[in-house]
Structure formats: C-alpha cells, structure tokens
DNA sequence: CTGCTTGGTTCACGGCATTAACCTGGAGTG
DNA sequence: CACTCCAGGTTAATGCCGTGAACCAAGCAG
C-alpha cells in the first residue's frame, strides 16, 4: 500500500500546488474565486498568493468591478517569471521550442534528421544545440529558463538517466537523460511524445475539462494517450497505451511488430496505403512520402480507395470502440496526422461505427473529438513537462521528478 | 484540475491510514517497522497507534525478541473490534458471509435465485435476510458490524442511491442501495463483482505486493478488473474494463452483446461450448449446465475437441496480450470458473501465445498467474468494502463513502 | 458624508509531525 | 549481583500550517 508519510510541509505545498494549477490553466482569477473552488480559507489564499507574488511566479492583472463593491483584483502566472522550452524528437527533424509561461512561443528551431536510424549522439547535439538557439532568438536569460522537454517516440525509463528504448528509431537502451544533463544545467525532463501530446491537448485543447479521456493518435503508426482522473496512465513501466498494437483480426495482416491482426497494420497510414496497394492490383497510391500518398488516397475518387477508407473508418471504429469499453473515458480525442485527416472528412461515419461496437452505456458517456493543437503540440506538450514537476512536486506520491533530472 | 485543499487534520487522516492498512494488510508489526516503512517519526508512530488501540482497533499481539535490545511489542487489528459482511449476488444464487477483521470467514448464508431475471425486492429480501442471519448465526452484536458489501455482476453508479445496471439480471436502474438502507441501518456498500474479487484477489490472493494489475475474469461472461497504482480503475462512470465486448475478430462471430467478433464470444464459457457445437456437427458437450459441460469438454478426447480449446487458448492469449500491451500490468492474474479451468490445464500455452501476441518489452515485465482465492473471493472482496471506506475516507480525494450509503 | 456591499488582510488559536532528550526491559560481562 | 550495552518506545518543546473572526479597503447610492 500506499507507505508515504504526510506532513505539514507536504500540505502547504498541495495548496499552494492546487492554487498555481488553477491560475495557470484557468486563466485570471480573484483570490475569492480561488477560494470558492479549491476550499480554502480567503486568508490561506492570500498567503500562499502573497508568497507567490512575491517570488514573482505570480502577478496581479487589472481588476473587475462588482456591483456595488470593491473591485476584484484578478492573478495571473507572470508570464516573463520564467521560460520552458520543449522539444520533439520525430522521425524526420528535431523541433525545439521556447515558450513563456503563457504558453505563447517566443521562438523555434528545427533540425532535420537524415538517417532512418539515427545516431544519438547527432540528436542529442541537435537538441542542445537547438536549446541554446532559441534562448538566444529569444533573448532570454538562460536562468530563467525553468526547464526543458524533450519528447521522444519510444517508451522512457523512469529513472534519473531516462532510458530511451524507441523502435522507430532504432535506439535500444539510450541513456537520453544523461547525454542531454551533461550539456547543460538547465533541468533536463523527458517523456513519450504521445503523453506529451496529449497533456497539451488536456490542458489547452480538445481535452480542457474532462478529467478521464483518452487520445488516440494515428499517424504511420497508432498509439493512445490514456487520461485518469487527470493524471496520465503509465502502467507500471510506463509503457501503458500500446493501442496500435493490440490485436482487432485474430490471425489477420502481419504488423510490423511481427505480429499478426494487429491495429496498427490496419489503421495506420502504413497500413492503409499497404492494403490500398493489394486492392489495385499492386499499384500504390500517387505521391512521393507517406503523408502525401496518404493525402492523395484521401483525396482519390476510385472505388478502389472508397473501399479501403471505408475498412479504415470501419476497423478504426472498432478500435475506439475497444477504448470505450475499457476505460470508459468521458472523451476520446483522435489525433495524429493520419488520424485528423480522417477524422476531418470521416468524424461522423466513426461516431457511427463506434457506437455500433462499444457497450451502449459506455459510449453514452463519451464525445468523441478531434484534436484541436496543431502539429507542435507535442513539443508544447513537451514543454509543459517541467511545469507539472512544479505541480507534482508538491502533490504527494513521487519524490520529485518523475525520475528525471533534476539538475 | 484538483480542486481539493488539504488541511491539517487531512494530513493525521492520511497518516493514520497508512499505518492501519500497513498493520492490517502485512499482519503483526512493530512499532519501529512501522515508522521506517511509512517514514514517519517514532513518535507519531506511537501517537497514532496509541489512539487506535485505545479506541480498540488495534491490539498488541506478543513480542519478539531482537537480539540485546528490549523486544518489540507486535501490533494487529484486534480482529473482534468489528465485523464485515460480504455479498454476492450471482446469476444463480445469493451468497452472504460475515467476516471478523483478520477476514476469518464466521458465518455464511445462501439463497438460490430461481428466475433468470430475479425481482430486486426479492434479491433485496434475500441480502437482508441473510444479513441478520450470519450477524445471528455468527453471535456477533449487531452495533459491531461495520459495513455491508454487496457485489453485483453490473456496473454501479456512484451515487447515494448506488443505482444498478445489470444486463445478465435483467436490471436497468435499480436503486439497490436505497433498497438496501431502507431496511438495514449497516452501512452498505455497493459495487461491481469483478471489482470486489479483484480487491481480494489484490490484498489477500495472486496480487500480493503488486501495484499495477489486471484481473482477468472468465466465466460465462468475460470481463477484467484494472488495478493501477494500487487502487482500482473505474474510468468516468465506473463501466472500466469492459474487456468481453472488445473486438478481437473484426467481423467475427456474433456476440450476446449483439456486436461482431467480441473476446466474449471465443473465450467465454458460453462461446466456446457454442463453438463446440458448431464444430461438432451440432452436437454440444454433454452435461447439463454450462459449467458441467465445460468441464466435459476440458476432459474430453476428442479431436473436434483438442482443436476448439487449442483455439480457445490463441483467442485468450491473443486478449490477455492486448491487456498487457494496453495497461503495462506488472502482473495479469487469470480468473473466473472458465478462466480458472483452462488455466489450470493450458497456462504455459496461455504464457506463451501471449508472448507471441504482447510487445516483447511490456510482456517481459509482466506475469501471468492464476487467482488464488476459492470461490467465495467476490463475497470477501465485496466485504472489504467498507474497510476500504475506512482508509480512503481518510486519504484523499472523496468526501466520504465513495458515493455510497453512510448510514 | 453616511451607509452598504463586496474584496482582501491580519492575528490569535488549535492541530500536526518532528526532534531530542529520556525511560524501559532484556542480554551479556566481570 | 552490579554494570554496561543496546534496541524499543515515550515524552516535552518547537515550528509550521490552515482557520475563523475581527478588521481594513474600495467603490457605489443616496
């Protein structure tokens, strides 16, 4: 069981966790209306906001009348106390990306990645590189940047090297943390890009108010992003949400995984253009990379690919339905490349078929949606990393950083 | 986001919590145990402690002597402070158990249920009933029974008036609870079946220890109990764990859901004797009732046979996998009269079939067990309820009684 | 200027876990 | 049998915390 003491320390740091969260994420707000939603007493508001103010992580911004009494003067993060700055690691380029804590992007960089495999010692320097970069674009001073996340498409070991083991890229066991701590001071935090992903979408996009959603994300591959309770699902090794590869045709077309039925050899871009191929004759769809083929497929008026989009929005119904039926999530949130251009054109047809597969009651609870942050989600998702170590660190359970860095 | 404020008096509830569910769940343990396993400090350790043996919850129990130093005086829960009752209400019967604190089963009682969809105010009579009986039967003052836990095969709102859905009793929205407290004044607790055995299962069977765990039950019916972190997944309206009705053969067989291709309809105890039949020119297994003539088929030699259950083991690995890749358990425990059958007989193939389906990574982590608890775990689980009130009232987040009756 | 209303602050109070000093009971030793 | 050692457990002083009640601040109506 649970064997964490409590103690006095740890509650003033809930409170003062619980108050930040809510400024930060809900906008302006009176210390009254803090106090109503939280529970607290008007007079720990005030001091634990004091302390705030103080220290300069929090400011006041104008003030609103109310009739007929003393205007309330409304708090914000100050958006200048510090800077996060987030990175993702994808198949094709490194992104790095510096935001104040409104969450407004000061400055970018990107570096592309040749190799299929690539080395990590290059993506480690891209990362670095990329980090100082955009601190100097922005002109901000380097103590002031509070944190930086990476994202990267594997699955990350909770440990204070962070581990990286990543099919896509071929890395078995990088200790990315380490690599990445011993260029700089700045307090390293990294995590899968799905979770990142969808802590973006959670906290600004599609997911803003629920607290149990799922994000399902198709792009050449399919991954999920499980929300409970507000707080991502990682399993007992944090590799939890391995959608694409659960098995949805017994027996069915082999999966890269090696294994056979699997979601992803249906669902994913990949995939898609695979059995595009097969049904006409052996012809692939126009286009030169993946995600203009997959555009092209789209966009197609032959029989040929009116069938094998309706499979698509077929099986990936089911998938859904599968994720309905086991977390019973008040939002299921469809993302990825893939994912929104079927979505855009399909939304309607994978309600339908969604609602065929799942338990009537569970689907009754759910809204299904598409995800509404652009493709530097991940990246801001990443950047949002340090951040709820701000949060979490004062929460309870884990003792600090979800194992990563610390500095 | 959490709008919960902690206060001073949160912070003793959590710490009291921790050391009884330490001292109850890991048996008798020394003062000094206590404080280095929960960190906190000797002294709080005797304070708590000392208020709850003077309130009688907990007892000393002997010392041990430690080698040169004074001996430790051993703590328990006095195991006659307070009783529980259990029970589960099944397809065919009614089972009611009362237990003392150190879960010694003292009395039990059953009542056949006749109908294929049974009346609530009959079920109702029967929980009742059986009730004051065991509380009679056991000796036991009624003022000393501390809760009532029923467990239903539904899903149960978490409301006051614990309102049930329950396809197999026929049951939409009966308000059990209500029913319940209107002729009891026990507190009563109501919840989900599958929940109830996975709690006993977690606290007293294969799930010692562990913390992320997924109980796979396969009777009749299929369905799972997700354990993450120690505690239950429930999802937004409790309905978590559908795993019976998510497709696992795009387009297959017809499910009783009404849905093609569900896991329910290959592994579960009905669909397999189906296809039974079906493989066999129409002939079913012999015996009467499901669970006779599954065990029929478990011995029977023939080819048709050896070739239906062979199936039944990939259909079931092939689940049991799309679990492990979705939840990263450290451990799926295997259950149900079904479940249980064919485990004991197929679990190195279940083993290996899953290890073909599973990701290399998360299945590595994993391992496949079987329940170890009889057939009274549902009652025993559901009879932890209300102890489980007694610890999550005081750790966080629910105001009280997980929505549930508090008398 | 008075009264009213709403927003926010100050301060004494009781509750909490902690630390450090202090008992308690048994085993070994001369 | 006294003395010492040692681990288990208790007690009192301390510092921190959120709360409630009294209090101050700021705008409006008359």
Known sequence: MDARRT???????????????????????????LGQSTALSLASVSNLVGEMIAEGLVEEAGSVESDGGRPRVLLRVAPGYGFLVGADVGETRVQVELFDLAMTALAKAEYPIAAAEPDPRQVTDHLLHGLTAVIEQAGVDPAAVLGFGVAVSGTVERTADAVVHAQTLGWDGVPLGAMLRAGTDIPVHIDNGAKTLGQAEMW????????????ALVGSGVGACVVADGVGYRGAHSSAGEWGHTTIVYGGRRCRCGNLGCLEAYVGAEGVLDRFRQANRGRPAAGGDEE????????????????????????LGAGVANLVNLFNPERVVLGGWAGLALGERYLPQIREVTARHALRQPYAQTSIELCR???????????????????????????????????
């Open 292 to 315: 203009t083929a997959f555009g092209e497929l789209l966009r197609a008026s032959s029989r040929t690919a009116a069938k094998v989009l309706d499979e698509t929005v077929g099986y």
């Open 7 to 33: 103690t006095v320390r740890d509650m003033r740091r809930a409170n003062r966790s619980v108050l930040l969260t809510r400024i930060w994420l809900d906008g302006p707000l009176s210390r009254h209306e």
């Open 373 to 407: 942050l652009g493709p530097d989600a991940v990246a801001m998702g990443a950047a949002t990393l340090p951040m709820a170590r701000h949060f979490r660190r004062t929460l309870a359970r884990d003792p600090g950083g979800q194992g990563i860095a610390e500095a």
């Open 204 to 215: 600004f996009g599609a997911g803003r108010g629920v607290r149990h959603a799922v994000i």
